[in-house]
């Protein structure tokens, strides 16, 4: 996902010279191929994440269009301040890119984790938050957003995912895309995903339809705006909504959908699968921590199945 962002990001800029990518000292393997093709629109910033965020909130007012990067909760949490007070306020063309959402980095231990950032960056007025579930949402993303006015985040997987999302044509920020229709059985879910955690939502949803369970699948890029019409349909549709996000789920993506469907009034249940609002001390790869907090692809099955008492 980072690679193809990159490369979107190389041929926007051989476009447009006001595009800038700003590093705070991080993703050099990956970055090496921008500063060689556009070594006038790149800038190392060092590790100083708050400093990057102001230089970049300072281009953008004299009318550029700057990406800042780094890994985990570096370009967020540790530069909040700045993203609020300098970009988001002056509603600052600075799209935030975080390679790393959620278990990535684990292997560096909780410090690397970013569990918190869509909560946190959801509710900063005005900041579009975007997380796509594909190199291909990520790659049309990339290009919308850099057409889009404003302050955005974009929150990324690592490299090597896979393309799951074979509907979409182009990014709409606020769009939902169904992935899959239900098929018509006793026992029938609405599932809604966010970000990276896509490749296993549907590895989850292949194996409850194997075991009868009809699946409804929804992959939403779009955090903030959410699609407010989707969720409303599901509920009015389905007795049971699941969504599974790579976060913790106070305030994440089950939070905005539980906001939309306390507001209007559905039938339907909501069941939020992420983490359960802890922080974990393992230390290991992404699938094996996914595994210990029960997020992988078998652990949303017995999440699902235990709605219907299996």
Aim: charged share 25%; net charge negative; with cysteine.
């Amino acid at each position: 996902m980072r690679d193809t962002v990159i490369r979107t990001l190389i041929e926007l800029g051989k476009e447009d010279k006001d595009v800038e990518l700003i590093t705070g000292d991080l993703g050099f393997g990956v970055l090496k191929s921008f500063w060689e093709t556009l070594p006038n629109q790149f800038i190392n910033a060092g590790i100083a994440e708050q400093n990057m965020t102001g230089v970049a909130a300072g281009m953008a007012l004299e009318g550029k269009k700057v990406f800042t990067y780094s890994i985990g909760n570096f370009p967020t949490l540790r530069c909040l301040e700045q993203i609020r007070n300098d970009c988001a306020y002056h509603n600052a063309n600075v799209n935030v890119i975080c390679v790393g959402g959620g278990y990535v980095y684990g292997s560096l231990g909780m410090s690397h984790h970013a569990t918190e950032d869509i909560a946190i960056l959801r509710a900063l007025p005005d900041v579009t938050v975007i997380c796509p579930g594909d190199p291909v949402e990520a790659s049309l993303a990339v290009k919308k957003i850099a057409q889009t006015d404003g302050t955005c985040y974009l929150r990324l997987g690592r490299g090597g995912e896979q393309n799951v999302n074979t509907v979409i044509k182009e990014f709409e920020i606020g769009k939902a895309y169904k992935l899959r229709d239900a098929k018509d059985l006793n026992r029938k879910v609405a599932v809604f995903s966010t970000g990276a955690i896509l490749e296993e939502t549907s590895k989850a949803c292949d194996m409850l339809e194997q075991q009868g369970i009809a699946v409804e699948q929804y992959s939403f890029p779009t955090v903030k705006p959410i699609d407010r019409a989707v969720i409303e349909d599901c509920a009015d549709r389905f007795d049971n909504i699941f969504t599974v996000e790579e976060h913790n789920i106070v305030g994440g993506f089950g939070g905005a959908v539980a906001e939309v469907l306390a507001e209007c009034g559905g039938k339907a249940k909501l069941h939020r699968i992420g983490i359960d609002d802890f922080y974990c001390i393992e230390v290991g790869s992404q699938a094996y921590l996914r595994e210990q907090v029960g997020i992988n692809a078998e652990g949303i099955v017995r999440k699902v199945k235990g709605v219907f008492g299996e």
